[in-house]
Every structure is written in C-alpha cells, then in structure tokens.
C-alpha cells in the first residue's frame, strides 16, 4: 500500500505523462490532464518519470562464497584451477558453440581471433563502422586496414549490399559487428564470405543470446567474440570470450592466447606458435559463471519489453524502430530508435534527448563518424602502413569514407536508451513512450525555448 504522501507522489507522476499518453492511439488517460504537470520537465514541469532506473551493473551476496573461496586459495592464474575451463562450458553450452575460450576482454578477443583468421600486416578486414571503437582498433592491431561497408538505416548493422565492391585481393576477412545486440543478417554475408573464400568473425561483443534464424550470435561465422566489460549484460569488470562451432579454431585461439604454447590440435611448430598473455582469471570466470540465470532471465525481460517499444514507438511521428532481420532476436545493449527533427518543429536531437532526459528517461545519441576522429589518419600516416600500402591505395581509402552515406545518417539520427531501462515494468515502458510523446507534443514551444 502507499502512503498518502507516496501516493500523491505517484498520482502526480502519472498526470505528468497522461497527457502525453494520449498520442497513444487514443489509450485512456488513467488521471486527470494536469497543465502544471504536462509542462515539459525541461523547462521546470513535473517529469514523467521520477523513480530512477534499475542500477547497473548489479551484484549479488550469494555469489561471494565461490568468489571468497578463490581469493583464499591463491589459485587466481587461469592455468591453477578450473573455474575458467568450468566457465568456458557453461558459456558454450549457453550458446550452442561446440567451444569456447575465455578471454581477458572483449578486445583481446577480436585481437586473438584476427590472427587466428590469418589476417596478416597489409591484409584488409570488410567491417561495419558503426560500433565501438575497439572493433577499429583490433584491426589495427593486426596493421591490417578496416575497410567499412556501409550502414544501412534501417537496421544500424551492416548493409551486405555494400560488401562485395569493397573487396580487394588483399581482403581476408569479413567483421559484422551486432550492434546493440542487434544480429546482422547473416546469411547474405556468409554467403559473400564463402564466395570469395574470407572468414566471418563475428564482433557479438554487446550481443549476449541474440538470434539469428535459431542460431544464436557468435556461433554463425567462424568465430565469435564476446565482451563482459562492467557495462556489458554479463559483466565481469573486464573479460572475454571467443566462440565457435569448430573445436580446432579454438584451440589456435587459446594457443596465441596463452603465450603461443601448444593447445589441443593446435601443436605448433616446435613448442611455441606465436602468442600472448590474453587469459581471463579465476576470479572473473567465477563471477562470470553465477550469471548464467540472470543473463538468461533477464534477456527476455529486455526483449518482451523492447517488443513493446517497438509496436508504439512508431505511433510518434518522427520517431521509427529499428527493424531486426527476419527471425531475429535481439539482446538490446541500447534501445536505439531514428528520431526526425523535421517532425518536432526542428527540434535538434541533442535538445530533444536533453529534454526527454529530462523526463526522466535518459537518452542520448550513440557513435558518430568515427573514421573522423585522426585514429585512422594517424594509422594510415605511420611508418607501417605507408609500408605496407601505396600513396595512392590511402589517398582512396581515406576518400571512401564519403561514400558511406547510411552510415552519416545514422550517426546523425539515431538515439538510444540504455538496457537497463529495459529493465522496468510495462508502467516504466509507458512512461518512456509518454516522455517522447510529450516532448513531440510540446516539440513547437522547446524548439522556440532551447534554441
Ligand atoms: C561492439 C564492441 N566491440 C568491442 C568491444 C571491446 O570490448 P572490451 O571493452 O571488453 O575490450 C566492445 C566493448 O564495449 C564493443 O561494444
């Protein structure tokens, strides 16, 4: 029961996004309008929203035995205990791989798996570029060249139209990124991969028990690499995972993972293949290993929800869902839909996020143009590169940035809640829908106010 001064609280709150729920085809206001209430929250109105959100990332006391445990038996080091190899199975058998290593980050993975893949100094990777810097700069790691296919739209992933013309004789590799944990539609690019004889390493690093067409993310190109940084669903601080559906891949993973010792099928020449110290601690996969349950309880709460989102979210001109490819599942690290200004009075996105922030529902843009930002320029300006490439081959690199003209666009546009809003219950959903609808409502009298 609430008290009365809670439930004042709440029947305010309410009011707040009645109103705006109106837009909401023609839904029954639950309270009375209220014009102090309905007064954006950005210029001093009651926000729609006022509980907060569900914290992130979360902890549990019953995970701390296992993990005292750990600590007090000074067996911390991956190759002192068992819980990474326990950890490994369990994450495999999670996601239908046949194996799985563990990593010391999700960068690591795509580092390690690069090389597994053969791609070598002056090899070229087709990949998406709207992601997560660290997919560029693995890459780069390899002094390979990421050579982007375009964005499309509709989807925020990579568009498989825009692949094949970017393919060179020195392309080894395609690197679909899942973005959001939103699955690319894989079959047009395994298809393109198998064509020309190129590997598919899947980036799956925000896309923990996404589907595709019944398989799950990570497991439908040759490998597949995994993120548990502290914001991810699956957080340990740092960590990773590399999967696949074939056991030999794997061990050349843990091989140049672990210092190049010899792995399983992977003997090496001599004692040692080349390799690095990339390991995951006993610690980490402990942590990692009691959210199992969670993860899965709570993917499909994330998804019910955002299936909510998206049958509503279009009712609001200007606003439009992203579409996921046929039989897909998303695992929504962000919640990302298309905003028009053109339909909120010219309303910016910055100041239509700042105000539906305000509401309560923090929101924002995500990745810009990042093959803008000098990481590149400063790559393609080394020494190393300007060994590995001609003048001429950077030049028409640098200047097929311009073409990726679905990319801009959703730099441009696209905003995003995060997942842990996803979180919420069916009200909290409502009152994310009422946050944007009121600000379209009000979008004439912010435009004038912000501007
Ligand atoms: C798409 C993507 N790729 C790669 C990474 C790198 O993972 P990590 O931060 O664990 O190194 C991340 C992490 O945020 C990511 O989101």
Not at 49 to 65: M, N, V
Not at 346 to 351: E, S, V
Request: hydrophobic fraction near 40%; charged fraction near 20%; aromatic fraction near 8%.
């Amino acid at each position: 029961m609430l008290n009365r001064s809670k439930r004042r609280r709440f029947i305010r709150n309410a009011a707040a996004g009645s109103a705006a729920l109106a837009w909401l085809g023609g839904r029954k206001a639950p309270f009375a309008y209220s014009a102090e209430a309905d007064k954006p929250a950005v210029l001093g109105g009651t926000p729609v929203h006022k509980g907060g959100w569900t914290s992130w990332p979360q902890w549990r006391e019953s995970w701390e035995p296992r993990i005292l445990e750990i600590l007090r038996s000074r067996r911390w080091y991956r190759l002192s205990a068992p819980h990474v190899e326990d950890f490994e199975k369990g994450y495999a058998q999670l996601l239908g791989a046949k194996s799985c290593l563990a990593t010391a980050s999700g960068t690591t993975a795509l580092i390690v798996s690069l090389h597994v893949m053969d791609v070598d100094a002056g090899d070229e990777v087709i990949v998406s570029p709207y992601t997560f810097i660290a997919t560029y700069n693995a890459i780069l790691s390899a002094r390979a060249l990421p050579v982007f296919a375009d964005t499309d739209p509709a989807t925020l992933t990579m568009d498989p139209a825009s692949i094949e013309s970017r393919i060179t004789d020195r392309t080894r590799a395609i690197m679909p990124v899942h973005i959001f944990g939103m699955p690319c539609d894989m079959d047009p690019i395994n298809a393109i991969a198998r064509r020309r004889k190129l590997a598919v390493i899947e980036d799956a690093c925000q896309a923990w028990l996404a589907e595709y067409k019944g398989r799950k993310c990570g497991t439908i190109g040759d490998l597949g690499c995994f993120s548990f940084q502290e914001s991810k669903h699956i957080p340990s601080g740092e960590g990773g995972a590399i999967t696949s559906m074939s056991a030999e891949l794997i061990d050349k993973c843990n091989s140049f993972h672990n210092c190049g010792r010899a792995c399983g099928t992977n003997q090496g020449h001599g004692s040692f293949t080349r390799g690095n110290n990339y390991r995951m601690t006993q610690v980490q996969a402990m942590i990692l290993a009691q959210q199992f349950d969670k993860l899965v309880k709570e993917t499909a709460l994330r998804q019910t929800n955002a299936d909510y989102l998206s049958a509503n979210l279009g009712k609001i001109p200007g606003i439009t869902p992203v579409r996921l490819p046929e039989n897909a599942r998303a695992a929504w690290h962000l919640y990302p839909f298309l905003y028009d200004a053109a339909q909120f009075n010219g309303l910016t996105r910055h100041q239509f996020a700042r105000a539906v922030s305000a509401e309560g529902v923090p929101c924002g843009g995500v990745y810009g143009e990042q093959y803008y930002d000098g990481l590149l320029d400063e790559a393609i300006a080394s020494r190393g590169y300007k060994r590995l490439w001609s003048a001429e081959r950077l030049k028409a690199y640098r200047d097929s940035f311009q073409e990726l003209k679905g990319n801009k666009r959703v730099c441009e546009t696209t905003i995003a809640v995060f997942q842990n809003l996803l979180l919420g219950d069916r009200g909290d959903m409502d009152h994310i829908l009422a946050a944007i609808g009121k600000v379209h409502a009000h979008s004439a009298e912010l435009a004038k106010a912000m501007a």
